[in-house]
């Protein structure tokens, strides 16, 4: 996550699905374990004890999300360096292991967020060089599909009950829907001229979309050339849209640029992190209003909700950092041995 958010301040500079329904493996007698997994290392921790028990390879790339295909395995992507040195790709890795089981090339490309289908059977890749997202077969890892949409896809997920695929496009200002049986785009929803909405989590129950505008369009990042970034003078934004009437709920202005967010499982409340800010702002789905901010040590690399409901976990430069649901407030710091990452529960 720390190098999603670098590959925009490097952009900026020149003026980050749905749930499967099981998280398991790295777990030992059936106890659940916490996995903080990074590109340098993976950190395993028992929550029963709050204590890092061992440590483990990373996996390739960068593993932008908690989500996992229908075997259980991780889907990371690398963006191509400048000059053709490196190749952009897609990896997929064992869960068990971390180790990689294969690679899919994608050529001189910038690469964003992967996301899964609800059942795991399909991957999305958007492809902000082409403009378009491209779905892999994740048993055959054949590309089933090509979806074009507009200018610079950043992001995407799907809702968990299969209904929408929602994908927005920074430099159109809109989020465009995608029907994820036919992989046809069905909808556009504006979000406003210089909105530049380029993230997008859906809500639990599939009825509203959160999607975090940066305020910027255009600009230099890696692997690829753009128009100089321009500011567009709208700020940073976060904006809640219903995803039956296809219209804009909330517009809540942030004093940090958000590029994430994750909804407790109950979806009552959204963290909402991001660069710049060591702190996530938690949003009361109710009335659409923050209703805590709750400082970290450091930026976080990622948030992650546990599926019971009780904890959200933060990975930050000390440690991972334990959320009380209820509290609102940080109640442990487990050290992670360096190790920064995105947190996976594991079964």
């Not at 403009?131 to 610079?152: C, H, M, P, W």
């Not at 995608?178 to 909105?195: C, I, L, N, Y």
């Not at 600009?219 to 804009?248: E, F, H, Q």
Request: with cysteine; net charge neutral; hydrophobic share 35%.
């Amino acid at each position: 996550m720390l190098r999603r958010i670098f590959r925009w301040l490097d952009m900026t500079a020149s003026h980050k699905q749905s749930h499967p329904a099981s998280l398991g493996s790295q777990s030992e007698g059936g106890r659940p374990y916490i996995c903080v997994v990074g590109p340098a290392g993976t950190a395993v921790i028992n929550p029963e004890t709050w204590k890092l028990t061992r440590t483990a390879p990373g996996v390739p790339g960068l593993l932008d999300n908690h989500y996992r295909d229908q075997f259980g395995r991780l889907w990371s992507d690398s963006t191509a360096t400048p000059l053709g040195t490196m190749l952009a790709g897609v990896f997929v890795s064992d869960s068990k292991t971390f180790r990689n089981e294969n690679t899919i090339s994608l050529g001189q490309n910038v690469l964003e967020t992967i996301g899964l289908t609800p059942d795991g059977k399909f991957a999305v890749v958007p492809v902000p060089t082409a403009n378009e997202l491209q779905v892999f077969d994740t048993k055959s890892y054949q590309r089933v599909a090509t979806i074009g949409v507009g200018v610079a896809p950043w992001d995407m997920m799907v809702s968990a009950d299969g209904k929408y695929l929602c994908e927005p496009d920074r430099d159109s200002d809109r989020l465009t829907i995608v029907d994820p049986k036919t992989w046809k785009v069905v909808g556009k929803v504006s979000t406003g001229e210089g909105s530049a909405p380029f993230m997008v989590t859906i809500s639990p129950n599939s009825k509203f979309a959160s999607v975090q505008c940066a305020g910027f369009h255009g600009g230099t990042y890696s692997g690829a050339i753009g128009p100089p970034a321009v500011p567009t003078g709208k700020g940073y934004v976060n904006m809640y849209v219903d995803l039956a009437s296809r219209s804009v709920i909330k517009s809540l202005p942030l004093d940090f640029f958000a590029v994430w967010d994750e909804f407790t499982p109950d979806g009552k409340y959204d963290f909402i992190f991001g660069a710049g800010a060591a702190k996530t702002v938690v949003v009361d789905t109710e009335t659409y209003e923050v209703t805590e901010t709750i400082p970290l040590q450091s930026i976080p690399g990622y948030v992650t909700p546990d599926p019971n409901g009780k904890y959200v976990y933060a990975s930050v430069q000390a440690g991972l950092q334990v959320i009380d649901t209820s509290s609102l407030q940080v109640v442990r710091t487990v050290p992670t041995g360096g190790v920064m990452g995105t947190p996976l529960v594991l079964k």
